[in-house]
């Protein structure tokens, strides 16, 4: 036995783990979600706003990070739109903008009184990164002329009195790495002392708790931060339980539903760590004796 | 190398079995629903003879007529056929003598039916005869839905990609290195034709060629937008930059280079002075004494702002290496070092947290999306 | 040498200078949003000049015959195919904010072959390829991560915690230690919702007199409620109730956040700071010239 687990052939621990996320997925396991700090303070940082609030929203991420960030990014899309809150979306991610417009199907399906141009828009995506930051704090019009549709910012209701992000009262962020939560920090939210939120990847999370709670006032970490967050806005906004959101193209309840899997695959990890230091300090007694 | 063909047996004997299964259950099977879109409309072309500017002067107070019509853009005028706006377009055209002019442009959108809608049409038809199976899919037809056969192999042809990636973990095989040799060539044309559209196009042509810009990708932009000179300089960088490609003359790529690496390094230099040096040691030092709302001491959330304090001191004092890590230094040093152990450890976890969200969300979409089994 | 080396050194000094003067002097912000047009339109050529490259190379591969040449073919081929038609926009059609110009079409367009491409070719293979990381972490997890030393210890304890105290076993297995639920459940049934609702707002650092019910005031709660919410405070606000409830193993992984690993990485960002700034001023003086090669 102890010879096998030695000489294990990696592609076992490879099937275990297909297996725990499978599993669970299959037999639809789920559990309670317990909203922690970090997704209460995001939520109230939202709703706590004027309705009607000019909030930016730059989803830089791709598939790559979307079953992180993609239940986050959705999420902010209904709280903002439950609020009336004014959406500008912009990315920085190339792959970032396919992401907007899963967003804006929401807001056209689900909020049909929202209007494009009045209540949301779109500025898409501009090479250049860290640059692209920087000039959305000096001119908006310079930077991105047109709104992704190619309709001049001058001839958008929303885009009226705001000429740089400095007249947006937050910055909600979706980021995947670098440029990103980081870089905002770093050229806009520092610097122009403008709040920002973020829903960010597990890698990202712990190297921006640093920037906590100042420029940075929240952060939603990782598929918890997703899934806590959606319960909260459940919570708060009852009709998103109901199955016309659930069923949608992008569930309501889409990190909840990761939660199964997370356990399972979590208890997994602490299993196989155990496991591996167990025969570690059996080899290390005979070794010695 | 006998065990490895044994697994590669198992393996295809059960992607068999799934294949089966997965033709019976419709797996990948994917609907649209259509809709067809009527614009009717002038273009920016007659503005000269006044119609859009007319139009334009319909919906706008007073004021905004004169600022409207000296910012006119490309699009021209369009309203949905049908619609009261669509008739006073053709009103207005045909009053000033354009109503040969009036367009119609048409075309048809089609958007994918949310999986557990369609799930929910067909379980109605779970026990149905096939008379009763083809009289609904005729009625979905009149309402526009139908089967997309492009969707439907675009699912399968994601699957198969998904799997083929993840046949990499049974050993390295052609499949793996089919997809992977598709994902490069294709995520570099995306980033290209991006970087083209965004970059090249929506800047540096709407700065030195307005015109041509406005009739062809940007039609949006005001139609008194002027060039600027100053959009020349990016260009030849551009150009120069672009030069690496060719077999000689290297060193003309290090101009746009040197301008790069200049001003990346004077914004960085700024913004990791401000954010991740000033703005830290001040959120540091600045509150280590929390009181409650009614006044009292908050122990806790002073301690912790007192550990935070000792943590980063002694992670500092542990980077710092002028001086030996030895006696009083050494001691800080090491606590330095459980602080950082602790920080990756937690860094660790969430890490592998996210690596699993992942794979969830690839599973979901072969159970889901391709497969059925979930709804 | 001129145009070799001096040119691009005082490039890199003036543009250099140039964003540091706009921190300091409002009347040169216009210069530095001039150079930043500059630098996301060369930005956008490197990208297009990493294309190239893999063109390059990839061509090359392929005319040498080297080995795994004919998967370069394939790369040039998805290459080439999704550039043709994302370039040309092929298949794209009007939308209803534009609907003279299909030029003007989203690139991403829903139905149209680019969208296709980026739906079921793009998104499942870097989505899986990142996926994929789970396995190997987990076969790593179980070979390498030995309790050697108290650091590696501490690491493995740490990660254990977070691992737990986010998903609900952390909950269910420190379920003993108390927490607001515990102090609403020892109350009768009826009082469970008004204590439910204070609670959480004491919890959230309201003082007992400013929190609400209903619309109604502290004032005006009845005085069971009164009670209520002032034995609710003394036990919230109770240290040692306060450490029972932060060993929970989801409070305690919060905690483990807030507390040394926001020590630790401020320590980390403040220490890459100093690199940052060190090297781009070297940089920016002409000291570091790596990056003119070395002709």
């Not at chain 3, 996926?131 to 650091?151: D, Q």
Request: with cysteine.
């Amino acid at each position: 036995m102890m010879n096998f687990l030695r000489n294990l052939d990696r592609r076992w621990i490879f099937l275990l783990m297909g297996v725990a996320v499978a599993l669970p997925l299959l037999l639809k396991a789920s559990f309670p979600e317990n909203p922690n700090p970090g997704a209460e303070i995001v939520f109230n940082t939202i709703e706590n706003l004027p309705n009607g609030s000019r909030i930016l929203l730059s989803y830089d991420y791709d598939p790559g990070s979307q079953g992180e960030l993609m239940p986050m990014a959705m999420a902010f899309a209904r709280h903002c739109a439950e609020k009336k809150h004014k959406m500008y979306f912009m990315c920085l991610w190339p792959l970032g903008e396919p992401m907007i417009q899963e967003a804006m199907n929401i807001l056209r399906s689900e909020f049909p009184e929202l209007k494009y141009g009045t209540d949301y828009m779109n500025f898409g995506y501009k090479p250049g990164n860290e640059a692209v930051i920087k000039n959305t704090v000096q001119d908006l019009h310079t930077l991105f002329g047109t709104d992704y549709n190619k309709t001049s910012l001058n001839q958008i209701p929303m885009m009226k009195g705001v000429k740089t992000i400095k007249n947006m009262k937050l910055i909600i962020n979706c980021s995947a790495g670098d440029p990103g939560t980081k870089q905002w920090i770093q050229y806009a939210a520092t610097p122009e002392s403008i709040p920002i939120v973020a829903g960010v990847t597990g890698v990202q999370a712990p190297q921006l708790v640093p920037y906590l709670p100042w420029p940075l006032l929240g952060q939603l970490a990782a598929i918890k931060g997703a899934a806590a967050y959606e319960q909260i806005l459940i919570e708060e906004y009852s009709q998103f339980e109901e199955p016309a959101y659930v069923d949608a193209a992008q569930s309501t309840t889409a990190a909840k539903q990761r939660m199964g899997p997370q356990f399972v695959a979590h208890l997994l990890m602490i299993g196989l760590i155990v496991l591996g230091n167990f025969i570690y300090f059996i080899d290390r007694r005979r070794g010695r004796a | 190398m006998k065990n490895n063909t044994i697994l590669w047996l198992i393996i295809f004997v059960l992607g068999a079995v799934g294949l089966a299964f997965a033709a019976i259950n419709r797996a990948g099977e994917t609907w649209v629903q259509e809709t067809h879109m009527s614009y009717v409309g002038i273009s920016s072309d007659i503005v000269a003879d006044g119609v859009e500017k007319a139009l334009t002067a319909q919906d706008e107070d007073e004021a905004a007529i004169q600022k409207a019509v000296g910012s006119l853009s490309g699009i021209g005028k369009w309203a949905p056929s049908g619609s009261p706006e669509a008739d006073v377009i053709v009103q207005t055209a045909t009053a000033l003598g354009h109503g040969d002019d009036v367009q119609t442009v048409e075309w048809t959108e089609y958007k994918t039916v949310p999986l557990p809608k369609q799930m929910e049409l067909l379980r109605e038809t779970e026990n149905a005869t096939a008379e009763q199976k083809a009289q609904l899919t005729a009625t979905l037809r009149q309402e526009g839905i139908f089967v997309s056969s492009g969707r439907t192999i675009g699912v399968w042809l994601a699957a198969l990609f998904t799997l083929a990636i993840m046949s990499f973990l049974v050993g390295d095989n052609p499949l793996y290195k089919t997809a992977e040799a598709v994902v490069v060539g294709a995520s570099a044309a995306y980033w290209m034709v991006y970087s083209f559209y965004t970059g090249i196009v929506d800047k540096l042509l709407v700065g030195l060629w307005p015109g041509l810009a406005r009739d062809w990708a940007v039609p949006g932009m005001q139609a008194d937008a002027a060039w600027d000179w100053v959009y020349i300089i990016p260009a030849v960088l551009s150009i120069m930059l672009l030069w690496r490609l060719a077999p000689m003359g290297g060193w003309i790529s290090r101009w746009p280079l040197a301008f790069i690496i200049g001003a990346t390094a004077g914004f960085r230099m700024l913004g990791f002075l401000e954010s991740d040096f000033i703005v830290q040691i001040q959120h540091t030092i600045s509150n280590l004494w929390f009181e409650l709302p009614d006044g009292s001491w908050d122990m806790w959330a002073s301690v912790a702002a007192w550990v935070v304090l000792i943590g980063v001191l002694a992670c500092l004092t542990y980077f710092f290496f002028s001086v030996e890590h030895k006696g009083v230094v050494g001691k800080t040093a090491r606590l330095g070092i459980y602080f950082l152990m602790v920080a990756f450890g937690s860094a660790f976890a969430f890490t592998v947290m996210g690596r699993i969200t992942l794979l969830t969300e690839r599973f979901g979409f072969l159970f889901r999306d391709w497969l059925h089994v979930l709804d | 040498m001129i145009a070799k080396r001096t040119i691009p050194l005082l490039l890199a000094a003036i543009v250099g200078f140039l964003m540091l003067a706009t921190y300091f002097v409002p009347e040169t912000e216009s210069y530095g949003a001039t150079a930043m047009e500059m630098f996301i339109i060369i930005s956008a050529a490197a990208m297009i000049l990493g294309g190239g490259n893999l063109l390059k190379i990839n061509l090359a591969k392929m005319s040498q015959r080297r080995p795994g040449w004919g998967y370069a073919g394939i790369t040039l081929a998805a290459f080439i195919g999704t550039l043709i038609i994302g370039l040309f926009k092929i298949g794209a059609t009007p939308t209803a904010a534009v609907p003279g110009h299909s030029w003007a079409a989203p690139i991403v367009q829903e139905g149209a072959p680019f969208w296709w491409i980026y739906q079921y070719m793009i998104v499942p293979l870097t989505a899986t390829m990142f996926a994929m990381l789970a396995f190997y972490i987990a076969s790593a997890a179980f070979r390498a991560f030995r309790a050697k030393n108290p650091e590696a210890i501490l690491l493995l304890a740490t990660a254990f915690i977070v691992l737990l105290g986010q998903v609900y076993a952390g909950y269910w297995l420190t379920n003993f230690l108390p927490n607001l639920q515990h102090l609403v459940d020892i109350l009768p049934e009826s009082d469970h919702a008004f204590a439910m609702i204070v609670g959480t707002q004491l919890e959230g650092g309201a003082a007992w007199w400013q929190v609400n019910y209903d619309g109604l005031s502290f004032a005006q709660f009845t005085t069971l409620q009164q009670e209520i919410v002032i034995n609710m405070d003394a036990s919230l606000n109770d240290w040692f109730w306060q450490f029972l409830n932060g060993l929970r193993l989801e409070n305690l992984s919060d905690i483990i956040g807030e507390v040394p690993q926001k020590a630790g990485f401020r320590a980390i960002v403040i220490g890459i700071a100093l690199g940052v700034v060190s090297t781009s001023l070297k940089v920016i003086l002409g000291v570091d010239r790596s990056y003119l090669g070395s002709e």
